[in-house]
């Protein structure tokens, strides 16, 4: 079974930084893309990084040259470095694979960055 669990998330203010973490069980992480997904208080859910297995990186144009996503397979952790927050990156943060055509998701972490 395959479970994601984020951590880190929380409450900074503009200019800050926080990371992220995507704890992944059920033995799959070495090979499968990871990404970080984010949903604003009534907006859609809009999609902010992702990395492959082979840790090839692509980021949203909102979040290009602030964040960093990265992966420690030996931990089965995925990270999100987020630096220079800005208030509009205030949002709950899901960690997502996928295996096949089946999609998971994490339960979701809040950030949020105070002006």
């Known amino acids: 079974q395959v479970q994601l669990v984020e951590s880190g998330g929380g409450l900074v203010q503009a200019g800050g930084s926080l990371r992220l973490s995507c704890a992944v069980s059920?033995?799959?992480?070495?090979?499968?893309?990871m990404g970080w997904y984010r949903q604003a208080p009534g907006k859609q859910r809009e999609w902010v990084a992702q990395i492959t297995s082979r840790d090839n990186t692509n980021y949203a144009d909102s979040v290009k040259g602030r964040f960093t996503i990265s992966r420690d397979n030996a931990k089965n952790t995925m990270y999100l470095q987020m630096n220079s927050l800005k208030p509009e990156d205030t949002a709950v943060y899901l960690c997502?694979?996928?295996?096949?055509?089946?999609?998971?998701w994490g339960q979701g972490i809040q950030v949020t960055v105070s002006s």
């Open positions: 059920g033995n799959i992480f070495s090979i499968v893309p």
């Open positions: 997502n694979t996928h295996l096949g055509p089946v999609d998971y």
